[in-house]
């Protein structure tokens, strides 16, 4: 059974950083490009980061560009974001996925 | 970025109605079209993939068409458990888009 277990989650100050973590089981994860989608109370669904299977690519929406880091560590099947300089508009639920399979997704609250 | 336009934003629908829910991009996406249903406080679950794929597991009254920029998914038969947010999400072309999505209740 798949399984994205996402954590780092919290509140947190406008600039400053957290790191969220993806724990993956039940599938091959350096075969798999993986995903950071996030979710703004009652809002739709967007997207936040991409990396492909090795590794050797990312991609991240314009919004955090430079400020947000995806990462991986597939000896660990383990999925990354760094989020620095934070902003109340990234306040969401933060989802990791296959796009097939999704985690239960973390919360991440930027308040004073 | 490709612009995903999805309607009607809100449908009520009967007990074993069938309907049906529409994504437009912006530009040719080639059948890299997904479907997901949401429930409230849970993660989506994937409905469609490739535009008409229907993902392990998933009830045979759902389907999904489409090509080009205009895709569809079809619920023939709305069923209680239905009930639920719908976004589509094209896989074509970096930044990934989402639909604004389409939230479905019994009437």
């Known amino acids: 059974e798949v399984q994205l277990v996402e954590s780092g989650g919290g509140l947190v100050q406008p600039g400053r950083s957290l790191k969220l973590s993806c724990a993956a089981s039940?599938?091959?994860?350096?075969?798999?490009?993986m995903h950071w989608i996030r979710q703004a109370p009652t809002k739709g669904l967007e997207w936040v980061a991409s990396?492909?299977?090795?590794?050797?690519?990312?991609y991240y929406r314009d919004s955090v560009k430079g400020r947000f880091t995806i990462s991986r560590d597939n000896a660990k099947s383990t999925l990354y974001l760094q989020m620095d300089s934070l902003r109340s508009e990234d306040t969401a639920t933060y989802y990791c996925?296959?796009?097939?399979?999704w985690g239960q997704g973390v919360m991440v609250t930027v308040s004073s | 970025d490709i612009q995903m336009t999805q309607s009607p934003a809100s449908l009520s629908a009967s007990l074993g109605e069938t309907v049906s829910i529409e994504c437009l991009a912006s530009?040719?996406?080639?059948?890299?079209l997904a479907w997901y249903q949401q429930k409230p406080g849970k993660s989506p679950q994937l409905l469609i993939y490739?535009?008409?794929r229907l993902q392990d597991g998933v009830p045979s009254r759902f389907s999904g068409s489409g090509s080009g920029t205009q895709y569809s998914l079809k619920i023939s038969g709305m069923q209680p458990e239905d009930e639920g947010d719908y976004f589509c999400l094209q896989g074509s072309k970096f930044p990934l888009t989402f639909g604004s999505g389409t939230k479905l209740e019994i009437k």
């Open positions: 039940g599938f091959t994860f350096s075969n798999y490009g």
């Open positions: 996925a296959t796009l097939r399979d």
């Open positions: 990396i492909s299977p090795s590794g050797g690519s990312t």
């Open positions: 490739a535009a008409n």
């Open positions: 530009e040719d996406i080639y059948s890299y």
